[in-house]
C-alpha cells in the first residue's frame, strides 16, 4: 500500500466517524442546515490538501468552519433573516428545535461563542483562541446570548429538568 492510499483511507475514516458531529457543528454556527454542510465541506476540502502536515486534523476543521463562518458575517456586516428551518430535516429532540431557532436569531458572533462553548463544551480561552478574541469579549458575547436565551425561551430550562 502506497503512502498516498494509506492518507485517503485515514482521511475517509475521519470523515466518516466525525461527519455528523461536524455538520452539527455548521449548522449551530450558520444557523442553516444547508450552509452548515458548506461549511463543512468547505473545511474538509482544506484538510484534504494538508492531511500529511495535520496533527491534530478535528481542531483544524474545527478551526476552519469557525473562521469561515467570521469570514462570511463579516463580509456581510449586517444580519439577515434565515428561513425556516424544515423539521423533516432535523434529526434533534423535538424540544431543541424551539432552541435552535432562538440560538439561530442570535447575532452570528454570538452564535458562534454558543457554538463553541456549549456545543463544542471549549473552554473560553479556548474559545476566544479559536475566535481570535479576548476571553473577555467570549465572557461578554456569552453572557449576552444567555440574557438573550433566556428571554425568548424562559420556560425550557424547567421543561428539560422535568426530562
Known amino acids: 500500500m502506497v503512502a498516498t492510499d494509506r492518507d485517503d483511507a485515514a482521511f475517509d475514516a475521519f470523515v466518516a466517524?466525525?461527519?455528523p458531529h461536524l455538520l452539527r457543528l455548521g449548522r449551530a454556527l450558520t444557523g442553516d442546515e444547508q450552509r452548515g454542510a458548506d461549511l463543512v465541506q468547505d473545511a474538509l476540502e482544506r484538510a484534504l490538501v494538508r492531511w500529511r502536515r495535520l496533527d491534530e486534523p478535528e481542531a483544524f476543521v474545527r478551526r476552519a468552519m469557525v473562521n469561515r463562518s467570521i469570514s462570511?458575517?463579516?463580509k456581510v456586516r449586517r444580519e439577515r433573516p434565515?428561513?425556516?428551518l424544515d423539521d423533516t430535516a432535523v434529526h434533534d429532540r423535538p424540544a431543541d428545535h424551539e432552541l435552535l431557532a432562538a440560538v439561530r436569531a442570535l447575532p452570528a458572533r454570538q452564535r458562534a461563542v454558543v457554538a463553541l462553548r456549549y456545543y463544542e463544551d471549549l473552554t473560553?480561552?479556548?474559545t476566544a483562541e479559536v475566535l481570535g478574541c479576548s476571553v473577555g469579549t467570549?465572557?461578554?458575547q456569552a453572557n449576552r446570548?444567555?440574557?438573550a436565551l433566556r428571554?425568548?425561551?424562559p420556560t425550557y430550562a424547567d421543561r428539560q429538568?422535568?426530562?
Open 124 to 126: 473560553e480561552v479556548q
Open 138 to 140: 467570549v465572557k461578554s
Open 151 to 153: 428571554r425568548q425561551l
Open 161 to 163: 429538568e422535568a426530562r
Open 82 to 84: 434565515l428561513e425556516a
Open 72 to 74: 462570511v458575517w463579516r
Open 17 to 19: 466517524a466525525r461527519l
Open 145 to 147: 446570548a444567555m440574557l
